[in-house]
């Protein structure tokens, strides 16, 4: 199994700055046959179901704030928040979609400084 | 727009079985690019993918080893649904278990159900 590693746990941000999260995987993620990154992001508010925000490591799914941005190939990648708003105070995910079993990271949570 | 409704008990007893139905609007379950899939997630497991069913000229699915013994998914056609059973229960399946769907053919999850909080307990 890929295992998917993310730093930190935890994070405090003062409004209206960045937030970077981290997500490390056991193995690449990078597909040879058409160079992409195997990789997606999830926010989740307290009593709701994880929400998918990026994928393809750099793609913004439709909706999502252009605050959030996502980067990174193989093995490394990261979720940035340029300005951090009230409403992105939740828990992030990273999770690999290049094999079964998909895996998730054990989650970033992000609050208010 | 794709809606996932789940519906099912919050409460089974230790070594029965967990039964969650999924029902799909907005999309169909039998579309060859779709994959419908179950996930838990708990404090102590955190995030847990347990298996997935697609129509691809024919059913297939796919389950993860921890609980490939105990589980089955299956689709419903004439009611645009699937569903997740998961046999002998202990309480370390207490969770709350999501549907979720990957309707671009891929295995990142665009929509989810409302999740349902499942207690193992007697």
């Known amino acids: 199994d890929i295992v998917m590693t993310q730093s930190p746990d935890s994070l405090a941000v003062s409004l209206g700055e960045r937030a970077t999260i981290n997500c490390k995987s056991s193995?690449?993620?990078?597909?040879?046959?058409?160079?992409?990154?195997?990789l997606a992001w999830y926010q989740q508010k307290p009593g709701q179901p994880p929400e998918l925000l990026i994928y393809?490591?750099?793609t913004r799914e439709s909706g999502v704030p252009d605050r959030f941005s996502g980067s990174g190939s193989g093995t490394d990648f990261t979720l940035t928040i340029s300005s951090l708003q009230a409403e992105d105070v939740a828990i992030y995910y990273c999770?690999?979609?290049?094999?079964?079993?998909?895996?998730f990271g054990q989650g970033t949570k992000v609050e208010l400084k | 727009q794709v809606q996932l409704q789940q519906s099912g008990p919050g409460l089974v007893k230790p070594s029965q079985t967990l039964s969650l139905t999924c029902a799909i609007s907005g999309d169909s379950v039998s579309i060859n690019r779709g994959t419908w899939h179950w996930i838990r997630q708990s404090p102590s497991r955190g995030l847990e993918w347990l298996g997935r069913?697609?129509?691809?000229?024919?059913?297939?699915?796919e389950y993860a080893v921890s609980v490939k013994s105990r589980i089955t998914i299956n689709p419903d056609t004439s009611k645009n649904q699937f569903s997740l059973q998961l046999n002998s229960v202990t309480p370390e399946d207490t969770a709350v278990y999501y549907c979720?769907?990957?309707?671009?053919?891929?295995?990142?999850?665009?929509?989810w159900g409302q999740g349902t909080l499942v207690t193992v307990s007697s």
């Open positions: 979720a769907s990957g309707t671009s053919g891929y295995s990142l999850f665009d929509y």
């Open positions: 193995q690449s993620v990078l597909y040879s046959s058409d160079n992409k990154n195997y």
């Open positions: 069913t697609y129509y691809k000229s024919k059913w297939y699915n």
């Open positions: 393809w490591a750099s």
């Open positions: 999770q690999h979609y290049y094999s079964t079993p998909w895996t």
